[in-house]
């Protein structure tokens, strides 16, 4: 079956840049969305349509897309942007899925 | 602006169904290109996607759920539901619902409910 993989873990420093991956064969074809999720939290979308980024959402958060792989971008992390971070996308059939997750830490 | 609450039972015995309720405000469940769906997380992991509904009725189900999963809507009380059957352990998670907003082929979710832990034990 098809998924989207994602690195478990990513740890910067404040005010460095991280970045998370999420691969996936269908990706070149289908778009790919990031959310973040703090503790007790509902997952809040963070970028859509591979590098659109909602209203609200600070401007230090972009997305990119290259073949297989999308990667989110946080530029000048910060320590509220500790949180689990979730890629999702769609398969042929138009299932939606998520990748596992990946933990940014803040040193 | 739209926001969603989930409603329904905390605990569900092995082998019952579950049946949650979203109840959707500060916007009609009819209007835009929008679907409804349900989505769950378990307890220190990943979210898995249930299933959608489009106020028309059409319904799209993740496979490995879909012979135990029924969504359907209620437009008159701006409402959709979900009813997953023959619950196990491995069905404890917290369930969330959200809206997927669609353009083309495109589609994610925004906003999501608070969600509500649903335990299934004896």
Known sequence: SYELTQPPSVSVSPGQTARITCSGDALPKQYAYWYQQKPGQAPVLVIYKDSERPS??????????????????ISGVQAEDEADYYCQSADSSGTSLFGGGTKLTVL | QVQLQE??????????????????????????????SWIRQPAGKGLEWIGRIYTSGSTNYNPSLKSRVTISVDTSKNQFS???????AADTAVYYCARAKYVDTAMWFDPWGQGTLVTVSS
Do not use: H
């Not at chain 2, 009819?30 to 679907?35: F, N």
């Open chain 2, 7 to 36: 409603s329904g039972p905390g605990l569900v015995k092995p082998s019952q169904t579950l049946s949650l309720t979203c109840t959707v405000s500060g916007g009609s469940i009819s209007s835009g290109s929008y679907y409804w």
């Open chain 2, 82 to 88: 979900l009813k997953l059957s023959s619950v196990t």
């Open chain 1, 56 to 73: 609200g959402i600070p401007e230090r958060f972009s997305g990119s897309s290259s073949g297989t792989t999308v990667t989110l971008t």
